[in-house]
């Protein structure tokens, strides 16, 4: 019988919460439903907006794995005139249930931080902070590039691996796009608290940074590479995270990747 409960168990699987950074972060089970309906309908998004929520009640969903968390920071009250708690009211009247992995599934093997170094045709996968109990995983990673990569190669290998047609490129003085890449440093969605303690790299790839922290970058003699912050994630859930449930879940689940979650920040 299907059940909220196997899902956590399935997500837990891939990105066990032992990961996660819960000095910042909150994980896990955001919302327990007592009155569950349509477990065995599962639906990934990055972010819980009222579009998701629309989409995920149109569809008959039961459970929610939203990787950013609805609830990150402590509620004193839920109202609906509050957006936030607009949300978890009507997803709790509705019947679903909501989980969220954030950097458990960053920092996993085969997480999203793997999946950004594998776009970029990379070897020597090392986290930038290793994990105590196996240091293969951690937080954020550090990779190499092929012998006679250049900035340029990397770019384009980002925009492939991302399906985008522009980044935001921040070049270090004296660099351009002819000049050799040897090594990143990794991080998804807002990196530059996590990349900045790599050692011997010569760009960064996150989501985004602030103007400062690329200009302290830069100064170091390090280019940023920056696709926007749910850019790098999003979409790790259709390619990786989608068929890694369903393998776990079986038939008798459906997971769905929503149509409604969108970066929120436009180029025009």
Same mark, same amino acid.
């Given at each position: 019988?299907?059940?909220?409960?196997?899902?956590?168990?399935?997500?837990?699987?891939?990105?066990?919460?032992?990961?996660?950074?819960?000095?910042?972060?909150?994980?896990?089970?955001m919302?327990?439903?007592?009155?569950?309906?349509?477990?065995?309908?599962?639906?990934?998004?990055?972010?819980?907006? #009222?579009?998701?929520?629309?989409?995920?009640?149109?569809?008959?969903?039961?459970?929610?794995?939203?990787?950013?968390?609805?609830?990150?920071?402590?509620?004193?009250?839920?109202?609906?005139?509050?957006?936030?708690?607009?949300?978890?009211l009507?997803?709790?009247?509705?019947?679903?249930?909501?989980?969220?992995?954030?950097?458990?599934?960053?920092? %996993?093997?085969?997480?999203?931080?793997?999946?950004?170094?594998?776009?970029?045709?990379?070897?020597?996968?090392?986290?930038?902070?290793?994990?105590?109990?196996?240091?293969?995983?951690?937080?954020?990673? %550090?990779?190499?590039?092929?012998?006679?990569?250049?900035?340029?190669?990397?770019?384009?290998?980002?925009?492939?691996?991302?399906?985008?047609?522009?980044?935001?490129?921040?070049?270090?003085?004296?660099?351009?796009?002819?000049?050799?890449?040897?090594?990143?440093?990794?991080?998804?969605?807002?990196?530059?608290?996590?990349?900045?303690?790599?050692?011997?790299?010569?760009?960064?790839?996150?989501?985004?940074?602030?103007?400062?922290e690329?200009?302290?970058?830069?100064? $170091?003699?390090?280019?940023?590479?920056?696709?926007?912050?749910?850019?790098?994630?999003?979409?790790?859930?259709?390619?990786?995270? #989608?068929? $890694?449930?369903?393998?776990?879940?079986?038939?008798?689940?459906?997971?769905?990747?929503?149509?409604?979650?969108?970066?929120?920040?436009?180029?025009?």
């Open positions: 019988m299907a059940s909220f409960q196997k899902v956590v168990r399935a997500v837990e699987q891939i990105a066990p919460l032992r990961l996660a950074d819960c000095s910042w972060d909150n994980v896990g089970v919302v327990e439903n007592p009155k569950q309906r349509n477990a065995e309908k599962v639906m990934l998004t990055i972010d819980f907006t #009222k579009e998701v929520l629309e989409e995920c009640v149109g569809e008959g969903v039961g459970v929610v794995v939203a990787y950013h968390p609805p609830i990150f920071r402590p509620m004193k009250c839920l109202k609906m005139s509050d957006y936030k708690s607009m949300l978890l009507e997803s709790v009247v509705s019947g679903m249930s909501i989980y969220s992995p954030h950097s458990a599934l960053d920092s %996993t093997h085969g997480g999203i931080n793997d999946w950004l170094c594998e776009g970029l045709n990379t070897t020597d996968i090392v986290p930038i902070t290793p994990d105590v109990e196996d240091p293969a995983i951690g937080v954020g990673r %550090t990779a190499s590039f092929p012998p006679s990569t250049t900035i340029a190669d990397v770019i384009q290998s980002a925009k492939k691996s991302l399906n985008l047609e522009n980044l935001r490129v921040a070049f270090a003085p004296g660099t351009s796009l002819t000049t050799p890449a040897t090594r990143v440093a990794v991080c998804a969605g807002s990196g530059a608290s996590v990349v900045r303690l790599a050692k011997n790299v010569d760009i960064y790839y996150t989501g985004e940074m602030s103007h400062h690329v200009l302290a970058a830069n100064a $170091a003699g390090i280019t940023c590479i920056l696709s926007e912050h749910t850019l790098t994630e999003r979409g790790y859930l259709e390619k990786r995270f #989608k068929p $890694a449930l369903e393998a776990i879940l079986g038939a008798e689940y459906t997971v769905m990747v929503s149509k409604k979650d969108a970066n929120p920040i436009n180029i025009v």
